[in-house]
């Protein structure tokens, strides 16, 4: 009862600040949610608040004026006249200085929290040298080969990794091309790339998977010989 009470209270009271904009914004969190919103204010919350305040001064006329009889005509050309009046002086000032405004600011909002959540998955996600590492080995424990053209697969693997492609290509290449790279690699890099072969190790052990181990070992070796 007393959450009803509210609601009729903010729709009297035309409260779009706390009652429109946080409630539909998460029934739509997507980006046509702007134009869903707008479209609500005026063909939904603005029928709908003129038709309540018309209601309550019907009764509170049919209450205190007894004597005088209410014809539907004047109710009609009343409300007419009524109604334009208030979307200019009322409706519109209420959208431009008050719902876009905060539609701003919650969906402003919204985009914010979805891009912590990204980085939370980006910082949680294996770097693209330990992915490319990890799928090298499934790829020969599993005999397909696709190392010898890996040019041609970055795209399937940015599909199953959601990383940039061009970054999976950069790594391919100084796993499996030319050596030159490698050879260059000293103090701190030299650490990131022992460090992305822990990882790789790390994973497949939490797999119980053996057969990985010989594998990246030969591939450390071809990475590190040339560097000592």
């Known amino acids: 009862m007393k959450d009803l009470m509210l609601k009729v209270f903010s729709l009297l009271l035309f409260d779009c600040n706390v009652v429109i904009i946080p409630a539909h914004c998460k029934e739509h969190n997507n980006h046509s949610s702007r134009w869903i919103l707008i479209s609500r204010y005026w063909f939904r919350r603005v029928p709908l608040h003129f038709t309540?305040?018309?209601?309550?001064?019907?009764?509170?006329?049919?209450?205190?004026?007894?004597?005088c009889s209410i014809h539907p005509a004047a109710i009609t050309i009343s409300s007419l006249i009524a109604f334009p009046i208030l979307i200019l002086s009322?409706?519109?000032?209420?959208?431009?200085?008050?719902?876009?405004?905060?539609?701003?600011?919650v969906q402003q909002k919204q985009l914010e929290q979805h891009s912590t959540e990204l980085e939370k998955c980006r910082k949680t996600q294996l770097p693209n040298p330990t992915l490319v590492l990890i799928w090298y080995v499934l790829d020969k424990t599993s005999g397909i080969n696709?190392?010898?053209h890996f040019d041609d697969y970055?795209?399937?693997?940015?599909?199953?990794?959601?990383?940039?492609?061009r970054s999976l290509k950069t790594s391919?290449?100084?796993?499996?091309?030319?050596?030159?790279?490698r050879n260059q690699l000293k103090g701190r890099a030299r650490t990131e790339l022992e460090n992305r072969f822990a990882e790789?190790?790390?994973?497949?052990?939490?797999l119980h998977f053996e057969k990985?181990?010989?594998?990246?070992?030969?591939?450390?070796?071809?990475?590190?010989?040339?560097?000592?």
């Open 154 to 165: 970055t795209g399937l693997l940015n599909q199953l990794f959601g990383v940039d492609p």
């Open 200 to 206: 790789a190790y790390q994973f497949f052990e939490a």
């Open 172 to 181: 391919m290449e100084f796993f499996f091309g030319s050596s030159r790279k």
């Open 90 to 105: 009322f409706y519109t000032p209420q959208f431009t200085a008050i719902f876009l405004p905060e539609l701003y600011k």
């Open 146 to 148: 696709a190392v010898k």
């Open 212 to 228: 990985a181990v010989p594998i990246l070992q030969e591939l450390e070796t071809k990475c590190f010989s040339k560097m000592d």
């Open 52 to 67: 309540a305040i018309s209601l309550l001064g019907l009764l509170g006329l049919a209450l205190f004026v007894r004597s």
